[in-house]
């Protein structure tokens, strides 16, 4: 069974501060993606990652995939409140039909 | 551009009703995906179709789950006699012809069962 951990799962950081989040399995997968939630509401995707050792920026977000495609992380630099929220790691495998296995999440709250 | 959309957006109900939810995915999506969400977890996977094929089912899937998609369009998920267990998020997501992993999700359906 693949399996992704997700730490830490909680972060209560200042505006302002940088934060890494991280996304570990034993399992190879063929991409992984990050999503954001916020309540009552379904998970926004933020980018996929196919290539070992890939990395993507969205503005103040760094997204890596790592070599062995194995393990994913997030950072965020300067965290402003709007970046609250709960933040999923998913994986996939192209020859499981595209479903996604997620992570637990990272719940982070960034204060004014 | 239209994005997933899940109806009702909440549904509370008693224990051993019945109650069935819809998604309409992305038009051009042919992959759809269900997925239940508990509170302080990620998303678990229940089930998805390509088209109209209905092609893997989670063990999360009891009997008292169907889920169908009939004209490869929208989608409707039931749960027959409910039970408190039932309560959770379910979402639904598509995605597009080649692109599987990269997966669009609706706002989803929030179940209370009492």
């Known amino acids: 069974t693949q399996l992704l951990e997700q730490s830490p799962q909680f972060l209560s950081i200042q505006e302002g501060e940088n934060l890494t989040v991280y996304c570990n399995s034993s399992?190879?997968?063929?991409?992984l993606q990050w999503y954001r939630q916020e309540p009552g509401e379904g998970p926004v995707l933020l980018v996929t990652?196919?290539?070992?050792?890939e990395v993507k920026k969205l503005k103040r977000l760094t997204f890596q995939f790592g070599d062995a495609r194995k393990d994913s992380s997030l950072h965020i630099t300067a965290a402003q409140p709007g970046d609250t929220g709960l933040y999923l790691c998913?994986?996939?495998?192209?020859?499981?039909?595209?479903?996604?296995?997620f992570g637990q999440g990272t719940e982070l709250s960034v204060k004014p | 551009d239209t994005g997933v959309s899940q109806d009702p957006r909440h549904k509370i109900t008693k224990r051993g009703q019945n109650v069935t939810f819809r998604c309409d995915p992305i038009?051009?999506?042919?992959?759809l995906y269900w997925y239940r969400q508990t509170l302080g977890q990620g998303p678990e996977f229940l089930t998805y179709?390509?088209?109209?094929?209905?092609?893997?089912k989670s063990r999360l899937l009891s009997d008292r789950f169907s889920a169908e998609r009939p004209k490869g369009s929208f989608s409707t998920l039931e749960i027959q006699r409910t039970e408190q267990g039932d309560s959770a998020m379910y979402l639904c997501?598509?995605?597009?012809?080649?692109?599987?992993?990269?997966?669009?999700f609706g706002p989803g359906t929030r179940l209370t069962v009492l």
């Open positions: 997501a598509s995605s597009p012809r080649g692109a599987y992993n990269e997966q669009f």
């Open positions: 998913a994986g996939g495998n192209y020859n499981q039909g595209g479903k996604l296995i």
């Open positions: 038009s051009e999506h042919n992959r």
């Open positions: 990652v196919v290539t070992g050792g």
């Open positions: 399992s190879v997968f063929s991409s």
């Open positions: 179709f390509q088209n109209e094929a209905q092609l893997e």
